[in-house]
RNA sequence: GCCGCUGUAGCUCAGUGGUAGAGCGCACCCUUGGUAAGGGUGAGGUCGUGGGUUCAAAUCCCACUAGCGGCUCCA
């Protein structure tokens, strides 16, 4: 006799076990035609999960319906995932019926295809002799249409795994086979991947059965072994395309399998994909790459190299007044500024320990071409020289050794110093200068913190694949900063790198970011640093990110190996994260550069180093802040601030007079004396998002004033005496406004 | 690095084997105008690079290179 509570709290009693359907109807025939699933909490301690309506529920329950929504009413996430999942089946099927077999009779073998935050994707295999493009995206998207149109029910079935399982062995599909081992909580029998990221595709682990989803009738139309939930039938889902496609490994693992990952997106109704597809669109507009092509702010030359920013004019001034704002918040910090050269020695970064334990995403060291040739000359291996460059020198190793107290330095790595090939490496850090000029005098405890702070330009090689317009790069300038501090001073400058992250993303208006706090994991050791430091550590980290005031998430295992982090993550446009700000604690650079300050006790001690960088780095940033702004940056930050439209030529003698008084007062200005109307210099400025407009003509000379127009306002705002205008916007550019006030 | 797509004028793009195109921009001329493009003329291209097929290649094939979307990685 099942008690079925619902949202509201009120509850109805069954006779006999009923399905989550009929609660609907029992509710309201209007409920029962809207509902895709169900949200059913059995009491049993796995909470409210997302189910079938066809579930049958034979105990007392809370439940919620889930009903697709209206055409203009926000899907919500529940209903978009029932959606989606559902729609992945639908274009896993329309794309096997698309593809058919090979000359052996292969189909494309169907891995895992879950739902994701804009759509979905199905990982599949396409067998060999068989090719999928996107030539057959209308193919795809036409069969996914006629399915849809169908209107198929989605049937569930059960069957137990000792009969499930071999069957699924003769269907010869090894990652369904994977999928369903893994589900019943069983050692997979195909895959042999050291990293293990189960995809949950079909059931709780353990359970003794498996469960299959039927397009419509089992043993007559497609099915796939999936855990579920669905839509009732196929019409349900909407509308459904697919999208693009890219190639994943089986389980994230490089070293297994390469499916093809297909990602469609799915939406209740056609409109609403439509509007989807037309976001998508819009956000291209603001993609920093197309406006900084546009508005020239920055060059990437095929001939200067990848991952390379060539930083314009134009880009140059707003990179250099976020540098000049903020280099004014250090000062006012206490940082000290600092200034390293782009190369250090191969020896000062094994010291550091970037090398060569990081040397997949370095450049190539530099060595001196007379070693280089002598090596050459004698024969020397290509194996033999790496290990020669990687190599560490007694001296080096046994110091690193003894101040780690345990054995860092491997002793296959260490070589006599007649075999080392000395060298350079273009740093891909900026904190082993700093540490040395730290360790260059000597410090006492009242000196302490020192703050060391650098815009430093630091070089890194990222897999092609993964460079990005300016958000990832492979030269950038680290708005960089290291804090040498005595353990208890961690606490407050923490706060101190925070306070100064929130102070900019304020001043910009930023408000979407998350911030992430990098937890050491505790089931591993690869840790330096004490327990009890790391603990404190830790906890400072914590709570200076509850004293932001915004949401932060907890992540351990997310610490680097020196010591908890605190990062900001703000999204692009099309929804990618990008890590700009952060805040490191480092308890391994003192010992590594074997650093000390001398405490009250008259003793050396080991300072900590923080390191932080707000921006992250300038080119991620001065990126991300293209697309924030859409390129119409606020006025102190506008390459040109303002630009004069003489109304003719005839008026062009002013417009140079008014152009000369923004320029004197520091106003960066321009002036439109082209031969053309002024509604086509207009349509020109309004192009390149140009804060200020002032239209000047015989009228205006005349009164010695300027008419005004302000970006984003569709009219004149009138005229005001050029005086007036020209104090008003600097007082603007002063307070670095974000909104543009100069009104007459 | 891997999978898919793309590379034609400064920019955005059309061009499916037979004499390289458009719009914008640029230069010059006409126009002298009051708030999102006035009109005309002209310059500008080894069709990403290298090979191949063909009587003939921007177009078909191969390799390379760069960009885009993902995957993987990210001190």
């Not at 893994?182 to 042999?192: D, E, F, I, M, N």
């Not at 134009?314 to 500024?337: H, N, P």
């Not at 260059?440 to 890194?460: I, K, W």
């Amino acid at each position: 006799m099942p008690q079925i509570t619902l949202p509201d709290g009120s509850v109805k009693s069954f006779d006999a076990p009923v399905t989550a359907h009929a609660v609907a109807a029992s509710i309201g025939t209007g409920l029962a035609k809207a509902a895709i699933g169900a949200k059913i909490d059995l009491n049993d301690g796995q909470g409210p999960q997302l189910r079938d309506l066809s579930t049958l529920i034979d105990r007392d329950a809370s439940i919620a319906i889930i009903t697709a929504p209206r055409a203009n009413q926000a899907a919500t996430p529940d209903a978009l995932f029932l959606i989606r999942h559902s729609a992945a089946h639908v274009m896993a099927e329309a794309i096997q019926d698309v593809l058919g077999a090979n000359e052996k009779g292969e189909r494309v073998l169907l891995a895992y295809g879950p739902p994701t935050e804009t759509g979905f994707f199905y990982d599949m295999y396409i067998p060999e002799g068989m090719k999928l493009s996107s030539d057959h995206f209308d193919a795809i998207n036409a069969r996914i249409a006629e399915i849809i149109k169908e209107d198929r029910p989605f049937t569930r079935y059960e069957q137990p795994a000792s009969d499930a399982l071999p069957r699924l062995k003769s269907e010869g599909n090894k990652y369904k086979v994977d999928n369903a081992e893994r589900a019943l909580g069983l050692p997979s029998s195909v895959y042999k991947g050291a990293k293990a990221a189960p995809p949950d595709a079909t059931r709780a682990p353990g359970s003794p059965v498996l469960s299959f989803y039927a397009t419509g009738q089992p043993g007559k139309n497609w099915e796939d072994l999936c855990r579920g939930p669905h839509v009732p039938s196929t019409s349900r889902i909407g509308a459904a395309r697919v999208m693009s496609l890219a190639s994943a490994y089986w389980h994230g693992d490089e070293n297994s399998d390469r499916l093809i990952r297909v990602y469609g997106t799915a939406f209740p109704t056609q409109e609403q994909l439509d509007a989807y597809l037309v976001q998508l669109e819009e956000a291209k507009k603001r993609d920093h790459r197309t406006i900084g092509k546009a508005l020239r702010l920055f060059h990437i030359d095929e001939d200067v190299g990848q991952g390379l920013i060539l930083w314009t004019p134009k880009g140059s001034i707003i990179r250099k007044e976020l540098q000049t704002f903020i280099a004014a918040e250090l000062k006012k910090q206490g940082y000290t500024e600092v200034f390293t050269p782009h190369i250090g020695s191969l020896e000062l970064y094994k010291t550091s320990g970037h090398f060569p334990y990081y040397k997949d995403s370095q450049f190539a060291p530099i060595v001196e071409r007379n070693a280089l040739d002598e090596l050459c000359a004698s024969g020397c291996s290509c194996a033999e020289m790496l290990n020669r460059v990687e190599g560490v020198s007694e001296r080096l190793a046994r110091g690193l050794n003894e101040r780690a107290r345990k054995q860092i330095i491997a002793k296959d790595r260490i070589l006599p110093d007649d075999q080392l090939i000395e060298g350079f490496m273009l740093k891909p850090m900026n904190c082993p200068h700093h540490a040395k000029i730290f360790g260059s005098a000597p410090h006492s405890y009242r000196d302490m913190p020192v703050r060391l702070a650098e815009f430093g330009t630091v070089y890194r090689w990222e897999q092609s694949g993964e460079l990005n317009g300016m958000t990832r790069v492979r030269g950038f300038t680290q708005d960089d900063a290291h804090l040498f501090c005595t353990e208890d001073q961690i606490p407050a400058e923490i706060q101190g790198c925070l306070s100064l992250v929130k102070t900019i993303f304020n001043v910009l208006g930023m408000k979407d970011y998350r911030v992430r706090v990098g937890l050491r994991d505790p089931d591993s050791n690869k840790y330096t640093g004490s327990a009890e430091s790391w603990d404190k550590a830790e906890k400072s980290c914590i709570d200076a990110a509850a004293s932001l005031g915004v949401s932060f998430s907890k992540e351990p295992g997310e610490a680097a190996f020196y010591g908890p982090k605190i990062d900001f993550v703000v999204k692009d446009v099309i929804g990618r994260e990008w890590q700009l700000g952060t805040v490191q604690v480092d308890y391994q650079m003192g010992f590594r550069f074997d650093l000390s300050y001398i405490g009250p006790d008259n003793r050396p001690h080991r300072p900590v180093v923080i390191h932080r960088a707000p921006f992250g780095s300038m080119e991620r940033f001065c990126g991300v802040l293209i697309e924030h702004f859409a390129g119409a940056f606020p006025t102190w930050l506008s390459p040109e601030q303002c630009r004069v439209l003489p109304i003719s030529d005839k008026s062009n003698d002013y417009g140079h007079k008014v152009l000369a008084a923004l320029t004197a007062a520091g106003v960066r200005a321009s002036i439109d004396d082209a031969n053309e109307r002024v509604q086509a210099k207009i349509k020109v400025a309004a192009d390149e998002k140009i804060p200020y407009l002032l239209i000047v003509g015989p009228r205006d000379a005349e009164n010695n004033a300027v008419s005004v127009r302000a970006r984003g306002v569709e009219k004149d705002l009138g005229a005001m005496p050029l005086d007036t205008f020209v104090s008003r916007i600097k007082a603007e550019i002063e307070s670095k406004g974000i909104e543009l006030g100069v009104r007459p």
